[in-house]
């Protein structure tokens, strides 16, 4: 599958929720050849055969098989969460008696304010009572359903000096005047293509309906919601299907619930890629020590976007270690291991950019700031492999509206392509030969 920008943007716009966004690179997968599999099934796998599992149907792994069996692997793992509202249970409010609002937890580190004044919309998943049992049906409401209204600055003056949000009295969306109290669940159902009475549980979002927008002299960035983690995700996946196949095995992993520190079932935290790995080394024969030496001649690349200085808060950035949009594949390091790059993963991972000509950059947090964590540290963990984490250059992490270049995505692609092609094999500790 091609990189284009319009595809991406494509899959933005479309992937409104964790839910959708595994769904869509499902379908893209099998567009492409991947079969699927079910964790409660049983594996029958083939030598050269191409392959996806999905957890918690918001979790995703792909994997293709080499023709001599279980190998070493070249491993990408995005995220497939943003930080957004959740909409709690027995979600509608009232208001005053005259209006309808919604009933929302924060789900993630997100910048409240940039949910302000804009259409917003409810996607996700519900379960529905069918007369086969219970069935996960995905939802997307798709069209502007609520709205978070500011505060008028005459009753709020100091909205400009001191701009605390609080999340249960600030932030309830506005769903509809008092008649409106019972049409949120019947709006849901009716997305769902089920009635209200069949719902016997829900994982509901609100999402930002703005569309994807490239803009700038001559198309220089790209502003959508979700960047934050779906243009890596997207850019992984074209990657690993363009990839040729080569003695080793590929695979792309996107996990959930990365926003909210992966320890969940699905997260990076789970159990989710040992298990994928020990099933189809099982499945292909190869158990105990070998698959423990195809193990340590493995490598992972955790893509995960990065923070480019910023043009009115340069303060706020290291000094000689601060990306910028449209420069490059950042990877990024940190002494106290919220990511994972040590001196020989990165290493590896420049010299694979460096033969495929892919700029490189590198981002360390401000000596006395806190930065966030991501999956690389998380993930080898549970499969102990060299790992570096990367990402794409991009502005407001957080934010419902982000903003990134539109030339990185490219070299992600091309950088991962290389990375899938290239074969790893481990020597003595610490060291490799790439070929």
């Not at 005053?96 to 996607?123: C, F, H």
């Not at 500011?150 to 005047?177: Q, Y």
Request: glycine share 10%; with cysteine; proline share 5%.
């Amino acid at each position: 599958m091609n990189y284009t920008l319009d595809g991406l943007c494509a899959f933005l716009k479309s992937s409104v929720s964790a839910f959708h966004a595994v769904k869509n690179l499902g379908d893209l997968l099998e567009g492409a050849g991947y079969a699927p599999l079910r964790e409660s099934g049983s594996w029958k796998l083939q030598p050269g055969g191409r392959y996806y599992v999905t957890r918690n149907q918001s979790s995703l792994i792909a994997f293709s098989v080499p023709e001599r069996g279980f190998a070493p692997a070249m491993i990408v793992a995005a995220h497939s969460d943003s930080p957004v509202f959740r909409v709690k249970q027995r979600a509608e409010l009232d208001g005053q008696g005259k209006y309808t609002l919604l009933n929302t937890e924060r789900y993630g580190g997100m910048i409240m304010s940039t949910w302000l004044d804009r259409p917003l919309s409810v996607a996700g998943r519900v379960v529905a009572r069918t007369q086969c049992g219970l069935e996960s049906r995905l939802v997307n409401v798709d069209r502007d359903l609520v709205l978070i209204p500011n505060l008028a600055i005459h009753m709020n003056r100091e909205v400009n000096e001191k701009g605390g949000l609080n999340a249960r009295t600030d932030m309830p969306p506005l769903f509809g005047d008092a008649p409106a109290r019972g049409g949120f669940e019947a709006a849901v159902a009716e997305a769902a293509g089920v009635a209200p009475e069949q719902i016997a549980g829900s994982d509901l979002y609100l999402y930002n309906r703005m569309a994807p927008s490239v803009w700038g002299p001559e198309g220089c960035y790209l502003s959508a919601p979700r960047l934050d983690d779906l243009e890596c995700a997207y850019a992984a996946l074209c990657a690993f299907t363009e990839a040729r196949a080569g003695a080793h095995m590929n695979l792309l992993c996107v996990f959930d619930n990365e926003e909210v520190g992966s320890g969940t079932r699905q997260g990076a935290d789970s159990t989710f890629l040992q298990d994928v790995l020990a099933r189809a080394a099982g499945a292909l024969g190869a158990e105990g020590e070998e698959m423990r030496a195809c193990l340590a001649s493995s490598f992972m690349a955790s893509a995960d976007n990065a923070h480019a200085l910023h043009p009115n808060h340069p303060e706020k950035s290291d000094p000689t270690n601060r990306p910028y949009m449209n420069e490059g594949v950042v990877v990024k390091f940190s002494a106290n291991q919220k990511y994972t790059t040590d001196g020989v993963s990165n290493a590896a991972f420049c010299e694979i950019c460096r033969r495929a000509g892919v700029p490189v950059q590198f981002f360390a947090n401000r000596s006395d700031l806190a930065g966030g964590s991501t999956l690389g540290n998380i993930s080898s963990a549970h499969v102990s492999i060299p790992a570096v984490d990367i990402g794409l250059a991009q502005l407001a992490m957080h934010s419902s509206y982000e903003t990134a270049g539109t030339l990185d995505a490219q070299y992600m692609v091309r950088a991962l392509t290389a990375l899938y092609e290239t074969e790893l094999r481990a020597g003595d500790d610490g060291a490799f030969t790439l070929e």
